[in-house]
C-alpha cells in the first residue's frame, strides 16, 4: 500500500487570523491563487485526501477542496489549531493525518514522506517539522513546527480527553505523545506568513524554486549534524588545574562565587563622599562641605561625614559609613585647602557608587559547567580568590590520511604522487580546539593496514580522524572492515564539498572511538572537519560549539544549485558605507587550498537558495574570532 493511501491532509484554515486584521487568511491572493489553493497544491499530491478546516466562508473554501468536506470546528469559539485537530482526526478515514496551516505556501513536497519514515523508526505517535533557525546576532536554534504533523488517527481519545481539561495547546499536547522530530533543512519552507505586510513582502519576492533535491536519497546537512550530536556524549572524567593551566580548557563544574565582588560599597571615581541628603537643593546656593577625612583604595575611612562635611575619596575606596555619593573632582565648583563647593545639580544623590556583589552575588553562579575559559574568566575566577578548577580531561584524537599516491614531508615526490597536506590542517584544527593528538601518519590503501590503524587508533583516542577513500567506489572495502570491527555508516551528503562522510562507532574489545571519515580533498577535509566533526568534539569536551555567523553583501554574483548545501570560501570586509561585503576567493574546487588561506569566512549558500545575484546577502562563517 502506498503511503499517500494511507495519508489524509488537513488544511488549518479556522484560526481568525488576528494578525491580518481579521481578514479571512487563507484566502488572502498571492501569486495569481489564494493561499490555501497553494496550500492545496502542495498537499494533494501527498496524500489520499485534503480537507479544509474552516470556521468563516465556507462556500470559497468549499471551492478549493473540491469533492472532500470543509471540517468547522466541533468546539465553539476559534479555540486554535487544537480545535481543527480534533475535527480532522473524527472525520480521518485513513490511519494518518497530515496536517498543514493555510497561510505555507511553501511547505515541502516530501513533508509526509519524511515525517513518516521518522514515525516507522521511533515507533512514534507524532512526528513534526523542526528546523533550524538562525536569527541575527544569536545562536542558531531548533524551531520545532508543531502544525506541520503527522499524526496517528488512532490519538482522538487521547486528544478528546485533553481539550476536556480546557488546556488548548499544541505543543503541550504534543508532550504526552511519542513524538519523532524530523529536522529539515529548508526554514523558508515553513515560514508562514501572518501579515498583510509580509503577504506583500513575499508576492514582490522572486517565486522559489520548487526544492527537489539535487540529489535524491542525499542526507541535508542539518540532519547529519544532528544525528553526529545526538550519538556523542561528553567525557566523564575530569582534573583539577591551577587556574592559568585551564585556559581554553572546558569548565567541569559551575563555579560559584563564595564572597560579592565587588566585597563592599565602593566609590567609582576620585572625589570626595558625602550624602545626598546633604547636596544643595534647587534654587540654593552653592554648598560648600568641610573635608574631614581622606579614603584610598585599600585604606578605608572610618569617620563618618554629618550634614555639611565630606571625604576626599580614591577610586575603589569603601564608601565611609553614611556616605551614599560621590561628587567626581572635575565637577567641583571650587577646591579649597580643606573644603569643597557644590553648585546644585552636579550630581544626584546615588551617584558614582558601586554596590558590593553588583558584579557578582555570594552564591551565585559565576561562571557555568560547560564554558570553555578564555581570558576574561581566569580574571573573573581570580576575582573571586579561587585558584584551582576542575576541567574536563583533554580529548584525545587520533588522525591519519589515507591513499597510495601520498607522500610525507621529506620524502622524495615521485611521478603521480603528492604530499599529504590533511594531517597538516587537521593537526591544525584538533589542537586549536583544544585536543590531544594523536598522528598516525599515512596509512596505504590496503585492507589489513587500514583495519591494523583503526585497531589501534580506537584503543588509543576517544575519537578518530581519517581524511580520504570514503568516496563511492574507493569504500568498497573500508566498508567491510568498518562493518566488521564498528558500526559506521556511510553517507552521501547533500552539501559541496564535502559530499561523501563516514560516521559511527569503531570498537576493539574494551575501546571504543568515534569515527570520522573525511572527504580526501583537502578543501573537503577542512568544510566536513568545521561542519561535522567540530561540534561533536566539542560535545565531547563537555561544551557546545558557537559559530561566528553573520550577513553579508556579496560583491558578485554567485551561482548555486538548489537542493544541496554549497560552501564557498570568501573574503569579508567593510564596504565604504561601514557594512560587512563578502567576495570570494576565485577558483572554487576542492583540491584547491590556496582558496583556503586567502579566506576569512566560509560562505554557507543554504540547501534551498539558488543563483545569488551581486548584491544580495548571504551567511558566512568567520574563521577567526576575537577571543
Ligand atoms: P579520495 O577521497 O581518497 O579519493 O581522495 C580524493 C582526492 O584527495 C585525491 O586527489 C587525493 O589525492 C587527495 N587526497 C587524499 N588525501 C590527501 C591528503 N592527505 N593530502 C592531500 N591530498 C589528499
Ligand atoms: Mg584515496
Known amino acids: 500500500m502506498s503511503l499517500k493511501s494511507k495519508v489524509t491532509g488537513l488544511i488549518l484554515a479556522g484560526g481568525r487570523g488576528t494578525r491580518m486584521g481579521r481578514v479571512d487568511k487563507g484566502l488572502q491572493p498571492f501569486r495569481g491563487a489564494t493561499l490555501v489553493e497553494h496550500v492545496m497544491r502542495r498537499l494533494a499530491p501527498q496524500a489520499a485526501t485534503v480537507v479544509i478546516n474552516a470556521n468563516r466562508n465556507l462556500p470559497q473554501y468549499q471551492a478549493v477542496a473540491g469533492e472532500a468536506p470543509v471540517l468547522p470546528d466541533y468546539l ?9 485537530l480534533q475535527i480532522g482526526l473524527q472525520y480521518c478515514p485513513t490511519e494518518l493525518l497530515l496536517t498543514a496551516p493555510c497561510d505555507s505556501p511553501f511547505l515541502p513536497e516530501d513533508l509526509a514522506e519524511r515525517l513518516y519514515a521518522a514515525m516507522q523508526a521511533q515507533d512514534a505517535d507524532v512526528a513534526l517539522a523542526v528546523t533550524m533557525e538562525s536569527e541575527a546576532g544569536a545562536e542558531p536554534h531548533r524551531q520545532p513546527h508543531p502544525v506541520f504533523a503527522l499524526l496517528k488517527a488512532s490519538l482522538l481519545p487521547q486528544l478528546d480527553a485533553y481539550l476536556d481539561t480546557g488546556a488548548r495547546r499544541m505543543e503541550s499536547w504534543f508532550k504526552s505523545l511519542r513524538v519523532a522530530e524530523v529536522m529539515f533543512d529548508d526554514a523558508d519552507a515553513f515560514r508562514n506568513i501572518n501579515t498583510l505586510a509580509e503577504l506583500q ?4 519576492a522572486p517565486a522559489p524554486v520548487a526544492i527537489r533535491a539535487a540529489d535524491p536519497g542525499a542526507l541535508p546537512v542539518a540532519e547529519a549534524q544532528r ?4 550519538r556523542v556524549t561528553p567525557v566523564a572524567a ?10 581554553d580548557r572546558v569548565l567541569a563544574e559551575d563555579i560559584i562565587s563564595p564572597i560579592n565582588v565587588p566585597a563592599y560599597d565602593n566609590s567609582a571615581m576620585d572625589g570626595y563622599a558625602l550624602r545626598g541628603a546633604d547636596l544643595p537643593p534647587a534654587g540654593a546656593p552653592d554648598a560648600t562641605f568641610k573635608v574631614i577625612g581622606i579614603a584610598y583604595a585599600g585604606r578605608p ?8 562635611e565630606c571625604i576626599r575619596i580614591m577610586t575603589g575606596a569603601a564608601m565611609p559609613p553614611g556616605c551614599d555619593s560621590v561628587l567626581p573632582q572635575e565637577l567641583a565648583a571650587h577646591i579649597g585647602d580643606d573644603t569643597v563647593t557644590i553648585r546644585h545639580g552636579a550630581i544626584r544623590t546615588g551617584a558614582n557608587r558601586r554596590f558590593a556583589g553588583e558584579d557578582l552575588k555570594a552564591g551565585g553562579v559565576a561562571l557555568a559547567r560547560g564554558k570553555i575559559i578564555r581570558p576574561a574568566d581566569l580574571g573573573l575566577v581570580a576575582s573571586l580568590g579561587i585558584g584551582e578548577v576542575a576541567v574536563r580531561r583533554k580529548l584525545r584524537v587520533a588522525f591519519f590520511s589515507t591513499g597510495d599516491e601520498l607522500r610525507s614531508l621529506g620524502q622524495p615526490l615521485d611521478d603521480g604522487c603528492v604530499y599529504d597536506s590533511n594531517r597538516y590542517t587537521l593537526f591544525g584544527m584538533l589542537t586549536r580546539l583544544g585536543c590531544d593528538v594523536i598522528d598516525m601518519g599515512i596509512v596505504r590503501d590496503d585492507p589489513a593496514a587500514l583495519e591494523a590503524a583503526l585497531l589501534d587508533a580506537c584503543a588509543n583516542a576517544d575519537a578518530i580522524i581519517t581524511s580520504g577513500g570514503v568516496s563511492e567506489g574507493a569504500a568498497d572495502y573500508t566498508r567491510d572492515i568498518l562493518g566488521r570491527i564498528g558500526d559506521v555508516a556511510f553517507w552521501k551528503l547533500a552539501m559541496r564539498p564535502g559530499r561523501p562522510l563516514a560516521f559511527g562507532q569503531v570498537r576493539s574489545e574494551a575501546d571504543s572511538a568515534w569515527l570520522f571519515g573525511l572527504p580526501g580533498n583537502p578543501v573537503a577535509v577542512m568544510v566536513s572537519f568545521y561542519m561535522f566533526a567540530r561540534p561533536a568534539l566539542l560535545r565531547m569536551m563537555g561544551t557546545q560549539a ?12 554567485i551561482r548555486k544549485r538548489p537542493g544541496r548545501t554549497e560552501y564557498q570560501r570568501g573574503i569579508v570586509s567593510t564596504s565604504a558605507d561601514g557594512a560587512p561585503q563578502v567576495r570570494l576567493t576565485g577558483a572554487q574546487g576542492s583540491g584547491i587550498l590556496s582558496s583556503m588561506t586567502e579566506a576569512n569566512c566560509i560562505v554557507v549558500l543554504h540547501e534551498a537558495q539558488a543563483d545569488i545575484a551581486a548584491g544580495e546577502m548571504v551567511e558566512v562563517l568567520l574563521f577567526d574570532g576575537l577571543i
Open 546 to 557: 558557537t559559530q561566528q555567523a553573520m550577513q553579508a553583501r556579496t560583491t558578485e554574483a
Open 201 to 204: 513582502q513575499h508576492e514582490r
Open 76 to 84: 465553539d469559539g476559534f479555540e486554535g489549531p487544537l480545535a481543527g
Open 238 to 247: 575530569t582534573e583539577r588545574l591551577a587556574l592559568r593551566d585551564a585556559l
Open 227 to 230: 544525528i553526529i550530536c545526538e
Open 301 to 308: 575611612c572610618a569617620q563618618a561625614p554629618q550634614a555639611g
